[in-house]
């Protein structure tokens, strides 16, 4: 299996701040034939459902907002939030699509300094 | 725009059987791959299985001894059976969709329905 790891656990950014988690696999997710990495955000909120931001590690899905941003490739993803704003407090998780069993990270609870 | 929607008990005993519906809404089930994603209390997610229409799954290796995915074109639903369950299967159970193809990226999910096992 892919293990997936983030950091920090926990952090607290100022509004309008810049906000980083960095993701990283135990295996490169980057598929040769393509030069895609299998690497998706997940943005999650309290009672709701993850809802996608990112996917092959740096396309933003549609309605998201152009703060997120995703780099990396390999095994060393990060995301970030350019501006952090009172909505985007929530718990991100990273996600490798590379192979199964598909694994998530342990998630980055993200708060208003 | 696809809509997905969980059913099943809420309360399970243990070494019962857990078996939920998801039914989808706003687009057909035969295409894409469908998928069923947990996550217990407080903690992290955890991918279950997928399904494609024609039948085909994908289980995880962890679970795979006790998980039946199953698909009803005629119903656009699909369906979760997860057997021999013990408290450590208490979660909210999510059913998603990976609309854009690739198996495993889900970019459609249900609310979630909380499973919890008990006596």
């Known amino acids: 299996d892919i293990v997936m790891t983030q950091s920090p656990d926990s952090l607290a950014v100022s509004l309008g701040e810049r906000a980083t988690i960095n993701c990283k696999s135990s295996q490169s997710v980057l598929y040769s034939s393509n030069n895609k990495n299998y690497l998706a955000w997940f943005q999650q909120k309290p009672g709701q459902p993850p809802k996608l931001l990112i996917y092959?590690?740096?396309t933003r899905e549609s309605g998201v907002p152009d703060r997120f941003s995703g780099s990396g490739s390999g095994t060393d993803f990060t995301l970030t939030i350019s501006s952090l704003q009172t909505e985007d407090v929530a718990v991100y998780y990273c996600q490798q699509y590379y192979s199964t069993p598909f694994t998530f990270g342990p998630g980055t609870k993200v708060d208003i300094k | 725009q696809l809509q997905l929607q969980e059913s099943g008990p809420g309360l399970v005993k243990p070494s019962e059987t857990l078996s939920l519906t998801c039914t989808v809404s706003?687009?057909?089930?035969?295409?894409?791959?469908w998928g069923w994603i947990r996550q217990p209390p407080g903690k992290g997610l955890e991918w279950i299985g997928n399904?494609?229409?024609?039948?085909?799954?994908y289980y995880n290796p962890s679970l795979k001894s006790r998980v039946t995915i199953s698909v009803d074109t005629s119903k656009n639903q699909f369906s979760l059976k997860l057997s021999s369950v013990t408290a450590a299967d208490t979660a909210v159970y999510y059913c998603?969709?990976?609309?854009?193809?690739?198996?495993?990226?889900?970019?459609?999910w249900g609310q979630g329905t909380l499973v919890t096992v008990s006596s």
């Open positions: 399904i494609y229409y024609t039948g085909s799954t």
């Open positions: 706003g687009g057909s089930i035969s295409n894409y791959y």
């Open positions: 998603a969709c990976a609309a854009k193809s690739d198996l495993g990226l889900f970019d459609y």
């Open positions: 092959w590690a740096s």
